[in-house]
């Protein structure tokens, strides 16, 4: 079975620079987050969705990001204009619950690592 | 709100010798827990979770988990590591409330396996 697919796996941009990732959950899932990684703060939770409805963007940084999922297989993080502090690697994640029971357990892409110069 | 502390930044250990990563927690409701493993250059994968039930969890790669709740932990284990282990070891909680399904991670363990 597919995994969750990230793209890019790498990106180098200027600063100023639109960037967009994509994530495609894997099939079933109803649940997708999208997580950053950085030696500083560790894994943050930027924003996730349940059943394509953003239900907590509390941990986007500013405005300069946004978040879409336009239908269940497909979900965009964007980040205009890019600075050098958001260079990190990005994790998509999705879930689905265990039966009826939402337990959060993960299953994470391979990352998007994105240099900002 | 929960939150997760991992208390071992770095872990130094000699092959076959045994290893503990701690991790406690707090919340003001149930919880599940969760311990992921991140490879270089690769995404987290799950090494195993406590859902309910036996409060011992046993997981992939040989590794378990003891879930103590009054000690708020879920301190992981393996009797005899081996230098393919060597990788970073995230714990990670889930709650039965409101945030159902958003997990709250620890910073993280570096597990170095050396020869």
């Known amino acids: 079975d597919a995994g969750v697919i990230q793209s890019p796996r790498h990106e180098v941009t200027e600063m100023g620079q639109e960037v967009t990732l994509r994530c495609k959950p894997i099939s079933g899932h109803n649940s997708l987050f999208w997580y950053r990684q950085t030696m500083m703060r560790g894994l943050e939770l930027l924003i996730y969705f349940n059943n394509n409805v953003p239900i907590d963007d509390s941990g986007m940084p500013e405005d300069r990001f946004s978040a879409k999922m336009p239908n269940a297989s497909f979900s965009t993080l964007k980040i205009q204009p890019s600075e050098p502090r958001d260079s990190a690697v990005y994790f998509c994640?999705?879930?689905?619950?265990?039966?009826?029971?939402?337990?959060?357990?993960?299953?994470f892409g391979e990352g998007s690592r994105l240099t900002v110069l | 709100a929960q939150s997760v502390t991992q208390l071992d930044s770095q872990v130094p250990v000699f092959e076959e010798a045994p290893v503990e990563l701690r991790c406690n927690y707090s919340?003001?409701?149930?919880?599940?827990l969760f311990w992921y493993v991140q490879y270089p250059n690769q995404g987290l994968q799950l090494l195993l979770k406590y859902l309910s039930g036996s409060t011992l969890v046993k997981g992939i790669n040989g590794f378990e988990a003891e879930f103590n709740k009054s000690q708020t932990s879920f301190h992981l284990r393996k009797p005899s590591v081996h230098i393919s282990d060597t990788a970073e070891y995230f714990c990670a909680v889930s709650d039965l409330g409101t945030n159902a399904g958003k997990s709250t991670f620890g910073d993280g363990t570096t597990l170095t396996v050396k020869p």
């Open positions: 919340s003001s409701v149930s919880v599940y």
């Open positions: 994640a999705s879930s689905k619950p265990s039966g009826r029971v939402v337990t959060g357990e993960l299953f």
